[in-house]
């Protein structure tokens, strides 16, 4: 395990270092946004998306990005920016394919539930259910309710 440890740890440096010399464009941020993400880096991967999203609304790495942005906005507990991502985006891009659709709509459904709008979060989970032919409840996981986290889970009828 110590092993494995180290070697990560040598790759967070190396990425570190990288980083301060050359950031990537924006067509690289959101793949560095996402191992960010996976490191739990999570402050740094929003920084990251966010950097990914310039440039036209319709651009398709804009809307790549949106979904793990909204997702990570959630983790980190910015329910607000997370539900203003998410709705920016679903006001704009209304064409956007249905599974990308309905995880957006599930994101923010969760961090309405978590910023105290459970009506607004109950029409997008109906709207998701719409999309996926499935049915969502808002759930508290063990432990979750310290940190004031919201899943959505499928509900089998």
Do not use: C
Not at 23 to 43: M, N
Not at 91 to 116: H, K, M, N
């Amino acid at each position: 395990m110590a092993l494995v440890q180290g070697k990560v740890q040598r790759a967070q440096e190396a990425l570190d270092a990288a980083l301060e010399t050359a950031p990537p464009p924006p067509s690289r941020q959101l793949k560095l946004g996402v191992l960010l993400e996976r490191l739990g880096r999570l402050e740094q991967a929003v920084q990251a998306y966010d950097r990914a999203m310039v440039g036209d609304a319709v651009s398709p790495l804009i809307v790549q990005t949106t979904v793990p942005m909204v997702r990570a906005l959630v983790h980190l507990g910015r329910y607000d920016e997370a539900v203003g991502v998410a709705s920016r985006w679903l006001d704009v891009r209304q064409e956007l394919l249905p599974p990308v659709l309905a995880q957006l709509l599930l994101f923010r459904a969760g961090a309405l539930v978590s910023s105290g709008e459970p009506v607004a979060a109950a029409k997008d989970l109906d709207a998701a259910a719409k999309i996926t032919g499935d049915s969502f409840l808002p759930v508290r996981r063990k432990g979750d309710h310290e940190l004031g986290n919201v899943g959505v889970v499928p509900v089998l009828l």
